[in-house]
């Protein structure tokens, strides 16, 4: 059941012809860092509602959610048109797992992300949490194109303010750059890539991996992350994999 409240649209910034961001005024109730926010329009004569994660930290007022057009969806494609002072509505009430107070303790937080699922980790990485419980931290950004690296204002301040504890990783499938790693993120855990380019092991001892975005990435990653001895984190089992899938 969703309890939607109405808010206003601050700003909506795109960009690329896909990728925008939605800032919002809404009073919600409190938020966790990596929980999702449900958004809805009124379409025809019902209100269309999807999960998006906040990519805000929990003590910014404003709420800030990242998205991509999925041209035949239902709901993406009239998110990309709303325009400042317009109405969104947005469930009163978040939801969602992949927090921090569901993983487990390590020396090193892997946080791999597909496309606009950088956005949980954004809402991470500005809380306290994660730097007082991990040592070295390692964001991982994969996308098709090298212009979908979005938020590098964000990821340089994060940067600069925790310096030797934190690295980024960007990945870029679809063209070829002198930065990125080319290709995706299961095979560069395979070759060992990955891990050269941090200078940092993937092991069950030492490590902790929270990934979000795209399921066949989860699966794939996942399977790689099994050869190496990790395992899912579940509640009566804790382990060293924590997802989210975004469908
Ligand atoms: C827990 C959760 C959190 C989510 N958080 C976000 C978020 O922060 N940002 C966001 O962009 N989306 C997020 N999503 C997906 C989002 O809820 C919508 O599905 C998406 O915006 C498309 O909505 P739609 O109604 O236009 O199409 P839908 O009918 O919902 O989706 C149609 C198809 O689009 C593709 N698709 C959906 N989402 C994405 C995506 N993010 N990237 C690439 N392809 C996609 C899938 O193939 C899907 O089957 C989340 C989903 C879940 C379950
Ligand atoms: N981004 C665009 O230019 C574009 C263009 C038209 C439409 N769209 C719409 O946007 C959606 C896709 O959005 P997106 O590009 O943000 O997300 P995406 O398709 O999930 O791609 C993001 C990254 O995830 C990688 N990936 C895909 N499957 C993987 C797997 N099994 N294992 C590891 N990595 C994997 C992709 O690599 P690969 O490149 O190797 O797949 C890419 O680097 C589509 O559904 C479509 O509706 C996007």
Redesign the pocket.
Known sequence: MSNWVEGKVIENKHWTE?LYSLRIEAEIEPFIAGQYGRLGLQIDDQIVGRPYSFVNAPHESLLEFYS??????PLSPRLAELRVGDSIYIDKRPNGFFTLNEVPDGRDMWMLA???ALGPFLSILKSKEVWQRFENIVLVH????AK?LTYQDTIASIESEFKQHFKMIP????EDTDFALP????AAIQNGSLEERVNLQISPESSQVMMC??P??L???RNALVEKGLKKNLRRSPGQITTESYW
């Not at 991509?68 to 969806?73: A, L, N």
């Not at 994969?142 to 194109?145: D, E």
Request: glycine share 14%; hydrophobic share 35%.
């Open positions: 896909l991509i057009t999925v041209s035949e969806g597909t496309g606009t994969a996308v098709r194109f979908e990945f870029v499938s679809r290709g995706r993120i299961p975005g795209n066949d990435m699966t794939d990653t």
